[in-house]
């Protein structure tokens, strides 16, 4: 809903000709299988990345999972063939900026993320993908876009960003340890920060953090938090997404973290 209402908000603003009429005129996608699954620490014959990298135009931003007071995130499907695993999707830790509506979370300028993947074998296949997202500078506009990728049985390497690199660009050092112990939340608490974090969670609507503030303990913070189980599948796993804000000194720095959640 919030999504379509900042979409429509865009058709009294078309006239203006400094805006665009095309996402694909600020927001361009590149999309690429590569070898190795550096992100989950897999890295045999049968392991692969999907990466999608959004790259934009000056001053235009796009949204983290939690996307703040306003905006909408990225919403990947894939479509795998028969017997393939596909592992969460891993975004880097945002930014946190403000807007005239409040702080968002999100990205300028650019934003790679990854989607680990293992094949029951080195045969080659098609990989099918839908990708809807959305920019946003003095209005918004919404991309779709579909694909369909040849995956080789031997993957390539050459010509495309080293993974290992790309695993540095997800800040693995901003990517916290997490456990979820029945519904309190251990987050791990980085050295070069001070003073108490703020926490945001995606999805929001099924997970809420009650008024008793975080206690730190064993080098991490521990948050009670309010989980609506019977919003979940009653079967399999949830992977829950979060940030740790800290604000020290007026610098902000941002945390990732995921957790999963056993039903």
């Known amino acids: 809903m919030l999504c379509a209402a900042l979409v429509l908000g865009l058709s009294a603003s078309v006239a203006d000709e400094s805006m665009p009429s095309s996402i694909t005129e600020v927001c361009q ?7 190795g699954a550096p992100a989950v620490g897999r890295m045999t014959d049968r392991d692969l990345t999907l990466v999608v990298e959004l790259k934009l135009e000056k001053d235009w931003h796009t949204y983290w999972w939690d996307a703040g007071s306003w905006g909408a995130p990225p919403r990947l499907t894939i479509n795998a063939p028969k017997g393939w695993q596909t592992g969460p999707i891993i975004l880097p ?8 509506l409040g702080e968002v979370y ?3 300028h650019s934003v790679r ?18 990708l809807d997202w959305l920019v946003c500078k003095e209005a918004c506009l919404l991309g779709r876009a579909s694909k369909t990728l040849n995956v080789p049985a031997i993957l390539p390497n050459s010509g495309f960003p080293d993974l290992s690199q790309d695993a540095v660009y997800l800040a693995p050092e901003r990517r916290l340890r997490s456990q979820l112990v029945g519904d ?6 980085p050295e070069s920060c001070l003073g108490q974090p703020k926490l945001v969670f995606r999805p929001l609507d099924a997970v809420s953090l009650p008024q008793a503030g975080p206690t730190k303990q064993n080098d991490g913070w ?3 938090l309010d989980i609506r189980r019977q919003d979940f599948p009653s079967a399999g796993t949830v992977t829950l997404h979060g940030l ?15 957790t999963t959640l056993n039903n």
Do not use: K
């Open 244 to 258: 740790l804000i800290f604000s020290d000194n007026g610098a902000r720095e941002t945390y990732a973290f995921s």
């Open 106 to 108: 999100g990205y300028h």
């Open 93 to 100: 830790a945002p930014e946190c900026f403000s807007t005239d």
């Open 29 to 35: 996608v590149e999309t690429f299988v590569v070898a």
């Open 184 to 189: 309190a939340l251990w987050v791990e608490h």
């Open 113 to 130: 993320f990854q989607v680990p993947m293992r094949r029951p074998d080195a045969s080659p296949a098609e990989l099918t993908y839908a």
């Open 222 to 224: 521990v948050f009670p």
